[in-house]
């Protein structure tokens, strides 16, 4: 299969970009051939895709981009084993979770859909200010324009389609630069929206590196906006080059659990190793440091050992795999290495921390410190640290010390505790009684501090994508 950027409806089949390869991360069987874009590729899909926002995104109206929204879930509901496949293909993720994300991606799409319809303003009171009394006041809700939309490897289908589905519902034409590593799922999505009725120019589709063509999209200031999930350092770049557009940034965490004593351990347990493991860790809000009330901590850590080994590590094409590769063998070198600093600094390996190319064993570390990588920085692997701690304040001010927040989980019966300690975290969403990596796709998601700008989920991503517009009248006076 070959794959070129798609603008105005049409797949560039030339490319004067050294071609390059999707292989599968777990046995490097080829997947993909890319024609990759370059900077005038860029500069021509934003021409496009400004000239198809006056001349038909404008004239759109909701109830049409509510159908077009509602048949491509339709659509991806049909092909959803497909689409699964493509996922489990080109990112490695074992086939039961690329299902669980197609699912997900129907639900993006049908939110967005529903919204559509939904998209209102106010009256205002004018005459609350003096002077205002004989006046009329309206807000309305605009499309901002071209949106530019540019997308991770992790969640490849799910996180674009949190960008271009609130982006159509609101109004706006799209330009779609998906991860490199993972641009099949992305190619697969334009298609189907053209089919759903999309007219051609809507959704223009950039395969291409960060680089390349990232980097001039983001420049661009026919551009309006910039959403972007992924790295921290490329969020901080993004912040940089992006001029006088508007930017979200959904970037990286390292998520604190907290289980205090009172905890159903039954639930937790379970709960913990999917929220560390799930995607070999490579969920932004994986639970990456789990604190433990010292009085349970020992009864915690066998169990949590037990039931990891217990995970079925393999081939990510299985029914049965729990565990598959990472997404290339750097990646996963660079996290062995980190299981190896901190060990070098007295942390205990309690289970897993080898590797062999791409599969990286689930590792559970203890005896870690606050200026280890495993703890201080985002591991994106399926490494998680478990500490004790004594007391609740302990417990909030270790989770606390981080630069990133994106969400946190605690785990309680106690329904004070648990209002008290999800105030004081500083994280975008805390789950009581749930981990740190659970995210339905309808609540305001998006991190403070170093995780980000702005929030996502549907709702919010569309609003974020119009303009509010006012417009008053001074009645005359009879
Ligand atoms: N907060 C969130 O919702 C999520 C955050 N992430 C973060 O994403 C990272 C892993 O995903 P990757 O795909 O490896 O991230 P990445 O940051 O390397 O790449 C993400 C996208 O940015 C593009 N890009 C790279 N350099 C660029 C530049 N200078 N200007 C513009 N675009 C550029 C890439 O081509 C890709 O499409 C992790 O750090 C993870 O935490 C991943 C998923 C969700
Ligand atoms: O959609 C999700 O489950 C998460 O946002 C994926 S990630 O952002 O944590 O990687």
Same mark, same amino acid.
């Given at each position: 299969m070959r794959i070129g950027s798609i603008i105005d409806g049409i797949e560039r089949t030339k490319s004067n970009q050294p071609a390059m390869y999707v292989k599968n991360p777990y046995n490097e069987e080829y997947v993909a051939e890319l024609l990759p874009a370059d900077e005038q590729d860029v500069k021509e899909a934003v021409q496009n895709s400004k000239d198809t926002f006056h001349t038909v995104m404008k004239q759109m109206p909701a109830h049409e981009r509510a159908d077009i929204l509602r048949r491509a879930a339709d659509l991806l509901e049909e092909r959803s084993e497909s689409f699964a496949e493509v996922i489990m293909l080109e990112a490695g993720k074992p086939i039961r979770y690329s299902r669980a994300e197609i699912d997900r991606s129907i639900q993006v799409l049908r939110f967005a859909s529903e919204m559509t319809k939904h998209i209102t303003g106010e009256v205002l009171p004018m005459d609350a200010a003096v002077g205002g009394s004989g006046r009329k006041g309206f807000v309305k809700r605009e499309p901002i324009g071209v949106v530019g939309a540019i997308t991770p490897f992790n969640f490849p289908l799910n996180l674009s389609l949190h960008k271009i589905a609130p982006a159509l519902a609101a109004g706006n034409t799209i330009i779609y630069k998906p991860a490199e590593k993972t641009p099949v799922s992305a190619y697969k999505l334009v298609q189907l929206l053209q089919e759903a009725g999309l007219p051609n120019g809507v959704l223009n589709l950039i395969i291409g590196t960060g680089q390349e063509t990232g980097v001039p999209l983001t420049r661009d200031d026919r551009v309006q906006k910039i959403t972007f999930t992924g790295s921290l350092p490329v969020g901080r770049s993004i912040q940089?080059?992006?001029?006088?557009?508007? $930017? !979200?940034?959904?970037?990286?965490?390292?998520?604190?659990?907290?289980?205090?004593?009172?905890?159903?351990?039954?639930? $937790?347990?379970?709960?913990?190793?999917?929220?560390?493991?799930?995607?070999?860790?490579?969920?932004?809000?994986?639970?990456?440091?789990?604190?433990?009330? +010292? !009085?349970?901590?020992?009864?915690?850590?066998? +169990?949590?050992?037990?039931?990891?080994?217990?995970?079925?590590?393999?081939?990510?094409?299985?029914? !049965?795999t729990d565990i598959g590769p990472m997404i290339n063998e750097k990646e996963a070198k660079r996290a062995h290495q980190w299981i190896e600093d901190a060990a070098a600094k007295g942390a205990i390996v309690q289970t897993g921390g080898s590797r062999n190319k791409t599969m990286l064993k689930p590792t559970i570390m203890t005896n870690v410190t606050s200026n280890m990588k495993v703890t201080a920085e985002e591991v994106f692997a399926p490494i998680v640290s478990v500490i004790p701690f004594e007391t609740e304040a302990e417990a909030v001010a270790m989770a606390n010390d981080s630069i990133y927040g994106l969400q946190a989980g605690v785990f309680t019966k106690d329904i004070n505790r648990a209002f008290r300690t999800a105030d004081q975290l500083e994280t975008g969403g805390v789950w009581i009684n749930d981990i740190s990596t659970y995210r339905q796709d309808n609540h305001p998601y998006?991190?403070?501090?170093?995780?980000?700008?702005?929030?996502?989920?549907?709702?919010?991503?569309?609003?974020?994508?119009t303009e509010l517009k006012f417009i008053g009248i001074r009645l005359e006076e009879e």
């Open positions: 940089q080059e992006a001029g006088f557009k508007k $930017v !979200t940034l959904e970037l990286g965490s390292n998520s604190p659990n907290l289980i205090f004593e009172d905890a159903d351990l039954d639930h $937790v347990v379970g709960a913990l190793v999917k929220g560390a493991f799930a995607f070999s860790g490579q969920v932004c809000i994986s639970a990456q440091r789990i604190y433990v009330q +010292r !009085t349970i901590y020992e009864m915690f850590l066998d +169990r949590y050992v037990q039931e990891t080994e217990s995970l079925n590590v393999g081939n990510p094409a299985e029914e !049965t998006g991190g403070v501090k170093q995780s980000g700008i702005g929030k996502e989920g549907v709702k919010y991503a569309l609003e974020d994508m």
